[in-house]
Each structure stands twice: as structure tokens, then as C-alpha cells.
């Protein structure tokens, strides 16, 4: 098919693309040549809006093995050990087929990591619904749930952790991030830079056919009327051969056979025999033909393009072919020689004894568009002037009620019950927690995880919500008793050829990375996401950040259920009374203006590094971070999972009842002590000044705000869990 500049803009390149495209090969690309440069070009591929900015984040570590630019990053672990994660979208195939959608986003993303040589032990998710009363939440939402669980459940691998939000900006693109960690000894990595010459390139696992074809680039674009349309660009699913899939890697690497490995993710064959070759400084050439196909006279550009799951390329160590096929035989896999590593620099494609392309790899990656796009800088909001006179017209227990009800702070239990959180039998912290905790297995060790997001925040003032969705990873893992690691992230965006989005995205990036340098807690893997968007209606800024950290002793985790009656609870870290673009501001007061709680990072650094060291002295019986919805919120839940109650106490300077119980100052943990600890607590947290006072006593059965306002555990427990449960049965 002869090309010109339309057919390149119906690929989604642009006119000035498609120009470089041609100068840089002296001709104009055949079809198959268009197609390929479509999906190494497009966003999802390229990172053509966010390089430049990327590249600014903390991405180096005492601990860091590997930072970006791989597959997955990876952490040190001590003992040999290694921990490889990552993070990545499956947004737009989620709103167009919610259950292949999330199902591959979960099958894709440990692929990223066991073709490193890890065997995944932990799944996590961030998923984002629109509203609730929309019509298309709720089947939505089952979907996303289905496609999570049928995958994950199916691989043998537990969900120990995730965050379900619901927002009215996500009606017309949700978002569904998937998480997967996997451990690996740190002598028997896998990396994908192809290397030697005349060396086998090897295309193992399913067939490949015509689902996902275009699915990269239409994960770089936006959603219009004719979204039904994008079904067949959504890929389909088959964890039980990606289980197989998964045994055959891990027992060829158990060799020395493996020179390169990449899986075919996003732009399928297109984009992984790109990305070793690029890495190699090689070039590549693949005999189409030879490529297992399921679906008859599929055409070149087919092939390159398709993104079938659950496919792997391999390039191996001559002579080591017959070897690395008996293992794909007994697991029942394709297996195929299709090509070899060459001098050329080029990806070279043959079929039917033809040359259907000849690219320079270079032209592909490093020749890639880079655009510096226009943004526009964010001011911190003005302060709302609450008249508090309306405090006093509010019923403490009433508020509470809403609160804890609310779809974004209530129980997620319906949720997390249809994954398995427990399979392979190390989960020692499931989900509901701070974070999920799965035991390194036949040791001591565990590891920590959590994923977190704050949209409202990132929305109301960029800088400040980037700088925050780091805090709350970082409390996160601390609360369970994790030394927190490092983070892998999730960006999702609108268009980045809007200037108010393109801002949003620089200075969320800019947080992100003020307060990964100074926790040191650096960014190791991630992922972009733009046009997040139904026509000119994005979304609000999300990024997700996952976070990992690392308990030297399981036995001295953390859980956020309250223990033992007459115990102190202490709240750490100080309230001054921040409301502006809480909870309670936007459920109780119907007030969305104004900026969000301001961070401090020395205070996050100082607290939780306290709170460390009490934990490790075991004078913390549990402790959960001040999130979402205050202080009152917080010790509700660990009233609920402790089955306990607590009599609170009027702190010295109270600021204002309704401020102090439901503002999101951050910095915060609620802590347990025995009493007989006090004084060795207050000594810590003194000489390390730490602002800390006590909140209350444990009792039983019941919450006791003041005289007036008594809650028992039951009716805590009915505001908290009855209502995800409710509304999908309706």
C-alpha cells in the first residue's frame, strides 16, 4: 500500500512526524515501516511529552540495583535477595472491555517482571471509577474487579494491597493501575540488551493474532463517540498460559543459556526486538514467516503490530536452541527460531522471501520525538474563610457517619474478598492495612508494599499533591514497621498538548521528585499515561505511587488493630487544623476550593524515622497514618479491626473540635503504647522532636468523643462496611 502524509495521521502521528520520518530514512516508509514507527512514536511508547521531565526524578539508591530504562527496577534486599517492581496503566482497554482490560493490565505487568528472572510474589492495584451515581460505574467497577482477580487468582499470585477511588473527572476514562513485585537472587537477573552476533532471536509462548493491534497507540490518544469501536485494539487474556509461560522462563534462566529477554507488552514483536537491538547497539532480522500465527494470512504489518498476550523474545546463546525448546515442549509453548542478532543497526523484516522493512533502530529510539510542550505554572489556592459558627450546627456523630460511609474511606472488603490475598501462603498482611507485608519465603524477612494516590490534592496545587502521594507511601510502609526503599509510579494525565495538563504533569513530576530526594526513596520504574480523557474532559491529575520497603523481622510488624484496653493511644506529629480540600470540606461543608495541606518534609522524615526506632525497641503496638478524612477517621479503623474502643481526650490548645478531629494536616501517625512506656516513648520522641500528644485510653465496645457523643464498635462497623456491599447489590 503506497503511504502519505493522511494514512500517518490516521496512525496518530503528526504531520511534522511524519516529515522527520522521511528524512531521516531518504524515502518514504512502505506500510509496514509506517506501522512500526506509529507505535514506537506514539506516546505510550516514546515518552515523547515526559522525557524530559522524567529525567529530573531521584532514580539512584545505596540500595538500587536497577533505576529505569528496564523492564522493572530492582532493589537490594540483603542475603543475596532482590525485590523487582513495577507499576503500569491499563486505562484506556479498561473503560473499553473492563475484564481483558484489567485482566491484561495484571498479566502484562508481571511479565515485566519475571522476564528479569523474579518470580512474582505480590500483586497490588489503584484503581479510579467515576462517579457513583454515573450509569457505567458500577458494571465498571465489576469488571475491573473480575479481570483483577480472575487473572491474578489464576496465576498463583496473591493481591495483598490496593486503593479503589471514585471521582466524577474519571466518567469517561477510569484508571487501572497494576502492581507486581517478584523476587529474584541477585546473581540470576535478566536484562534485555541484546548482545554477540548471528546469535538465535527466539519467539516463545502463544500464538500471535489480530487482538491488541493498535493498542499502544490508542492508549496514546483520546476517547470520543465512537469508543465501541476500540473494542478489537483491546488484548485478550489467558493467565493459565502465562502460568506456563512464567514455569518455562524461570527454568531456562535456571541455565546459562539466556543472552537477552523482553516481553512482547505494549507494540508487541514491534516494540521488543526494538528495544534489545537498541540496547545492544545491534541490529535485528526476523523471517516473519516463521512466527507462530493463530489467525490465517496474517500480513506483516499484523504480525509487528498485534500485541497477543502472553509472548516472550528471547535471544540465545548459539547452539543452545535444542535445549531451550525441549523446555518450551514440556510446558506445551511455541517455540520458534525467527531471526538473528546482525551488525546492521537495523530491524530488518522478511516475509514470503521478500523484504517488507529495513529501519535503522536508531532512528526508532534515540531519533525519536522529544517535545519540551508548553505548561502552565499553578499557584497555591487562597484559603477559604470557613465561617465556624458552622461547626457548631454539626452533629459530630452524624459527620462521622458520612465520613466513614463515604465510597472513598469506606471498607473495600467486597473487593479484596474475590482476590486471593493468601496463595503461595507467605501474605502476613492482607489487604485493608497500611500496607500488604508478604514474608520472604524460608526466612525472617518480609516485604512491604502499598499504593497510593491523592488526585484532590494533585488538582488543588500540583507541586504540593506530587510532594504528598510520596508522604502517604512512605507513612504507609512505616506504619507496618517497613524501612521504606524505594517507589515505582503511575502518571496519569489528560492531554499533554493542553497547557493546564502539561503543568499539572511538570509540577506533580517536580514533587514527586523534591520529596523522593529528600526521604530518600527513590524512583526506580514507572510508567506515563496521557490522554486520559473523554474529548476535552480530562481527568484530575493522578499519580500513583507504589511503594516498597523491608521488615529485617516479620515478628516486629505493625498492624493498625487496637490491642489491649487501657492502653495509650498517642498522636504523633502536629494538627493544626488544616480543612481546605479534605473530606469533610468536601462532603460536609460542599467546599472544593481552596489549597491542600501543606508538607512538611523534614517533619515526615524526622516522624518517621521515630516511629522506626519505637518500633524496632517494640514500644508500638499498633499504628496506622493520619490520611483521609483526620484523626476521628484514622482511629475509627483501628477501632473497627481491633474490635476495641477508645475514650478520647480534649488536647491542651484545642484549635476547634470539628478542625482537630477531620483535618488532614499531614505528618500524622496514631500510635499504641502499654502505659509502663511512656516515659521511655516520651524520651525518644523529645530528644528527636517529635510533637506528639495523647489522644485517649483504650476501652471496650465504644467510642466516646465527649459526654454527649458516644459511638459503639457495631455502629463503627456498619457506617464503614455496609456500604460498597449496598450499593453493588442494588
Given at each position: 500500500?503506497?503511504v502519505?502524509?493522511k494514512?500517518?495521521?490516521?496512525?496518530?502521528?503528526?504531520?511534522?512526524?511524519?516529515?522527520?520520518?522521511?528524512?531521516?530514512?531518504?524515502?518514504?516508509?512502505?506500510?509496514?515501516?509506517?506501522?512500526?514507527?506509529?507505535?514506537?512514536?506514539?506516546?505510550?511508547?516514546?515518552?515523547?511529552?515526559?522525557?524530559?521531565?522524567?529525567?529530573?526524578?531521584?532514580?539512584?539508591?545505596?540500595?538500587?540495583?536497577?533505576?529505569?530504562?528496564?523492564?522493572?527496577?530492582?532493589?537490594?534486599?540483603?542475603?543475596?535477595?532482590?525485590?523487582?517492581?513495577?507499576?503500569?496503566?491499563?486505562?484506556?482497554?479498561?473503560?473499553?472491555?473492563?475484564?481483558?482490560?484489567?485482566?491484561?493490565?495484571?498479566?502484562?505487568?508481571?511479565?515485566?517482571?519475571?522476564?528479569?528472572?523474579?518470580?512474582?510474589?505480590?500483586?497490588?492495584n489503584?484503581?479510579?471509577?467515576?462517579?457513583?451515581?454515573?450509569?457505567?460505574?458500577?458494571?465498571?467497577?465489576?469488571?475491573?474487579?473480575?479481570?483483577?482477580?480472575?487473572?491474578?487468582?489464576?496465576m498463583?499470585?496473591?493481591?495483598?494491597?490496593?486503593?479503589?477511588?471514585?471521582?466524577?473527572?474519571?466518567?469517561?476514562?477510569?484508571?487501572?493501575?497494576?502492581?507486581?513485585?517478584?523476587?529474584?537472587?541477585?546473581?540470576?537477573?535478566?536484562?534485555?540488551?541484546?548482545?554477540?552476533?548471528?546469535?538465535?532471536?527466539?519467539?516463545?509462548?502463544?500464538?500471535?493474532?489480530?487482538?491488541?493491534?493498535h493498542?499502544?497507540?490508542?492508549?496514546?490518544?483520546?476517547?470520543?463517540?465512537?469508543?465501541?469501536?476500540?473494542?478489537?485494539?483491546?488484548?485478550?487474556?489467558?493467565?493459565?498460559?502465562?502460568?506456563?509461560?512464567?514455569?518455562?522462563?524461570?527454568?531456562?534462566?535456571?541455565?546459562?543459556?539466556?543472552?537477552?529477554?523482553?516481553?512482547?507488552?505494549?507494540?508487541?514483536?514491534?516494540?521488543?526486538?526494538?528495544?534489545?537491538?537498541?540496547?545492544?547497539?545491534?541490529?535485528?532480522?526476523?523471517?516473519?514467516?516463521?512466527?507462530?500465527?493463530?489467525?490465517?494470512?496474517?500480513?506483516?504489518?499484523e504480525i509487528?503490530?498485534?500485541?497477543?498476550?502472553?509472548?516472550m523474545?528471547?535471544?540465545?546463546?548459539?547452539?543452545?536452541?535444542?535445549?531451550?525448546?525441549?523446555?518450551?515442549d514440556?510446558?506445551?509453548?511455541?517455540?520458534?527460531?525467527?531471526?538473528?542478532?546482525?551488525?546492521?543497526?537495523?530491524?530488518?523484516?522478511?516475509?514470503?522471501?521478500?523484504?517488507?522493512?529495513?529501519?535503522?533502530?536508531?532512528?526508532?529510539?534515540?531519533?525519536?520525538?522529544?517535545?519540551?510542550?508548553?505548561?502552565?505554572?499553578?499557584?497555591?489556592?487562597?484559603?477559604?474563610?470557613?465561617?465556624?459558627?458552622?461547626?457548631?450546627?454539626?452533629?459530630?456523630?452524624?459527620?462521622?457517619?458520612?465520613?466513614?460511609?463515604?465510597?472513598?474511606?469506606?471498607?473495600?472488603?467486597?473487593?479484596?474478598q474475590?482476590?486471593?490475598?493468601?496463595?503461595?501462603?507467605?501474605t502476613?498482611?492482607?489487604?485493608?492495612?497500611?500496607?500488604?507485608?508478604?514474608?520472604?519465603?524460608?526466612?525472617?524477612?518480609?516485604?512491604?508494599?502499598?499504593?497510593?494516590?491523592?488526585?484532590?490534592?494533585?488538582?488543588?496545587?500540583?507541586?504540593?499533591?506530587?510532594?504528598?502521594?510520596?508522604v502517604e507511601?512512605?507513612?504507609?510502609?512505616?506504619?507496618?514497621?517497613?524501612t521504606?526503599?524505594?517507589?515505582?509510579?503511575?502518571?496519569?494525565?489528560?492531554?499533554?498538548?493542553?497547557?493546564?495538563?502539561?503543568?499539572?504533569?511538570?509540577?506533580?513530576?517536580?514533587?514527586?521528585?523534591?520529596?523522593?530526594?529528600y526521604?530518600?526513596?527513590?524512583?526506580?520504574?514507572?510508567?506515563?499515561?496521557?490522554?486520559?480523557?473523554?474529548?476535552?474532559?480530562?481527568?484530575?491529575?493522578?499519580?500513583?505511587i507504589?511503594?516498597?520497603?523491608?521488615?529485617?523481622?516479620?515478628?516486629?510488624?505493625?498492624?493498625?488493630?487496637?490491642?489491649?484496653?487501657?492502653?495509650?493511644?498517642?498522636?504523633?506529629?502536629?494538627?493544626?487544623?488544616?480543612?481546605?480540600?479534605?473530606?469533610?470540606?468536601?462532603?460536609?461543608?460542599?467546599?472544593?476550593?481552596?489549597?491542600?495541606?501543606?508538607?512538611?518534609?523534614?517533619?515526615?522524615?524526622?516522624?518517621?524515622?521515630?516511629?522506626?526506632?519505637?518500633?524496632?525497641?517494640?514500644?508500638?503496638?499498633?499504628?496506622?497514618?493520619?490520611?483521609?478524612?483526620?484523626?476521628?477517621?484514622?482511629?475509627?479503623?483501628?477501632?473497627?479491626?481491633?474490635?476495641?474502643?477508645?475514650?478520647?481526650?480534649?488536647?491542651?490548645?484545642?484549635?476547634?473540635?470539628?478542625?482537630?478531629?477531620?483535618?488532614?494536616?499531614?505528618?500524622?501517625?496514631?500510635?499504641?503504647?502499654?502505659?509502663?512506656?511512656?516515659?521511655?516513648?516520651?524520651?525518644?520522641?523529645?530528644?528527636?522532636?517529635?510533637?506528639?500528644?495523647?489522644?485517649?485510653?483504650?476501652?471496650d465496645?465504644?467510642?466516646?468523643?465527649?459526654?454527649?457523643?458516644?459511638?459503639?464498635?457495631?455502629?463503627?462497623k456498619?457506617?464503614?462496611?455496609?456500604?460498597?456491599?449496598?450499593?453493588?447489590?442494588?
Amino acid at each position: 500500500m503506497l503511504v502519505n502524509e493522511k494514512i500517518a495521521i490516521e496512525h496518530g502521528l503528526k504531520t511534522e512526524e511524519y516529515k522527520k520520518i522521511c528524512e531521516l530514512l531518504k524515502r518514504t516508509p512502505n506500510f509496514t515501516e509506517l506501522g512500526i514507527f506509529s507505535a514506537m512514536w506514539n506516546e505510550h511508547c516514546s515518552y515523547k511529552s515526559s522525557r524530559l521531565h522524567l529525567k529530573k526524578l531521584p532514580t539512584k539508591g545505596k540500595k538500587v540495583i536497577q533505576g529505569p530504562g528496564e523492564n522493572a527496577g530492582i532493589i537490594d534486599i540483603e542475603d543475596g535477595d532482590a525485590i523487582v517492581f513495577k507499576i503500569e496503566s491499563h486505562n484506556h482497554p479498561s473503560f473499553i472491555e473492563p475484564y481483558q482490560g484489567a485482566a491484561t493490565g495484571v498479566g502484562g505487568i508481571m511479565r515485566d517482571v519475571f522476564t528479569m528472572g523474579a518470580r512474582p510474589i505480590a500483586n497490588l492495584n489503584s484503581i479510579h471509577f467515576g462517579s457513583t451515581q454515573h450509569k457505567k460505574t458500577k458494571n465498571l467497577l465489576r469488571g475491573v474487579v473480575h479481570g483483577i482477580g480472575g487473572y491474578g487468582n489464576c496465576m498463583g499470585v496473591p493481591t495483598i494491597a490496593g486503593q479503589t477511588s471514585f471521582d466524577r473527572s474519571y466518567n469517561g476514562n477510569i484508571l487501572v493501575n497494576a502492581m507486581t513485585l517478584g523476587l529474584v537472587k541477585k546473581d540470576k537477573i535478566f536484562y534485555s540488551k541484546a548482545a554477540g552476533l548471528n546469535k538465535p532471536v527466539i519467539y516463545v509462548g502463544s500464538k500471535t493474532g489480530r487482538d491488541g493491534i493498535h493498542g499502544a497507540s490508542m492508549a496514546s490518544a483520546s476517547f470520543d463517540e465512537k469508543i465501541e469501536e476500540k473494542k478489537p485494539t483491546v488484548q485478550v487474556g489467558d493467565p493459565f498460559t502465562e502460568k506456563l509461560l512464567l514455569e518455562a522462563c524461570l527454568e531456562l534462566m535456571a541455565g546459562d543459556s539466556i543472552i537477552a529477554i523482553q516481553d512482547m507488552g505494549a507494540a508487541g514483536l514491534t516494540s521488543s526486538s526494538i528495544e534489545m537491538a537498541s540496547k545492544g547497539n545491534l541490529g535485528i532480522e526476523i523471517n516473519l514467516d516463521k512466527v507462530p500465527c493463530r489467525e490465517t494470512k496474517m500480513t506483516p504489518y499484523e504480525i509487528m503490530l498485534s500485541e497477543s498476550q502472553e509472548r516472550m523474545l528471547i535471544v540465545l546463546e548459539s547452539g543452545k536452541e535444542d535445549l531451550a525448546k525441549k523446555i518450551f515442549d514440556k510446558w506445551n509453548l511455541d517455540f520458534a527460531v525467527i531471526g538473528k542478532t546482525t551488525n546492521t543497526k537495523n530491524i530488518e523484516l522478511y516475509f514470503q522471501n521478500k523484504e517488507v522493512a529495513n529501519i535503522p533502530v536508531n532512528t526508532l529510539v534515540e531519533n525519536s520525538p522529544m517535545y519540551d510542550r508548553k505548561w502552565k505554572k499553578s499557584k497555591i489556592p487562597k484559603k477559604n474563610k470557613i465561617k465556624k459558627e458552622i461547626y457548631n450546627e454539626l452533629k459530630i456523630k452524624d459527620v462521622l457517619k458520612k465520613i466513614l460511609s463515604n465510597p472513598n474511606v469506606c471498607s473495600k472488603e467486597w473487593i479484596w474478598q474475590q482476590y486471593d490475598h493468601t496463595v503461595m501462603g507467605d501474605t502476613i498482611q492482607k489487604p485493608g492495612g497500611d500496607a500488604g507485608v508478604v514474608r520472604v519465603h524460608g526466612t525472617n524477612k518480609a516485604v512491604a508494599a502499598s499504593v497510593d494516590s491523592s488526585a484532590v490534592y494533585c488538582w488543588a496545587h500540583p507541586l504540593t499533591g506530587g510532594k504528598q502521594v510520596v508522604v502517604e507511601s512512605w507513612r504507609n510502609l512505616i506504619s507496618v514497621g517497613a524501612t521504606p526503599i524505594a517507589i515505582t509510579n503511575c502518571l496519569n494525565f489528560g492531554s499533554p498538548e493542553n497547557e493546564d495538563n502539561m503543568g499539572e504533569f511538570v509540577e506533580c513530576v517536580q514533587g514527586i521528585g523534591e520529596a523522593s530526594k529528600y526521604l530518600d526513596f527513590p524512583v526506580v520504574s514507572g510508567n506515563v499515561s496521557f490522554y486520559n480523557q473523554t474529548k476535552e474532559i480530562g481527568i484530575k491529575p493522578t499519580p500513583s505511587i507504589g511503594g516498597v520497603g523491608l521488615i529485617k523481622d516479620y515478628k516486629k510488624m505493625i498492624t493498625m488493630s487496637l490491642k489491649e484496653v487501657d492502653n495509650l493511644i498517642l498522636i504523633i506529629g502536629k494538627t493544626e487544623g488544616h480543612i481546605d480540600q479534605s473530606l469533610f470540606a468536601r462532603t460536609i461543608l460542599d467546599e472544593n476550593k481552596g489549597p491542600p495541606p501543606e508538607v512538611n518534609l523534614f517533619n515526615e522524615k524526622n516522624n518517621g524515622e521515630s516511629l522506626l526506632n519505637l518500633i524496632e525497641k517494640d514500644l508500638i503496638k499498633s499504628a496506622h497514618d493520619v490520611s483521609l478524612g483526620g484523626i476521628i477517621t484514622a482511629i475509627s479503623k483501628m477501632c473497627i479491626k481491633g474490635n476495641k474502643g477508645i475514650k478520647l481526650k480534649t488536647p491542651k490548645n484545642l484549635i476547634n473540635k470539628i478542625e482537630y478531629l477531620f483535618a488532614e494536616d499531614q505528618g500524622r501517625y496514631i500510635v499504641e503504647i502499654n502505659p509502663n512506656d511512656m516515659k521511655e516513648v516520651s524520651k525518644i520522641l523529645n530528644k528527636n522532636s517529635v510533637h506528639y500528644e495523647e489522644l485517649g485510653v483504650i476501652i471496650d465496645n465504644e467510642m466516646i468523643i465527649n459526654e454527649k457523643t458516644k459511638v459503639t464498635i457495631d455502629e463503627l462497623k456498619s457506617y464503614n462496611s455496609n456500604w460498597l456491599n449496598n450499593y453493588m447489590d442494588s
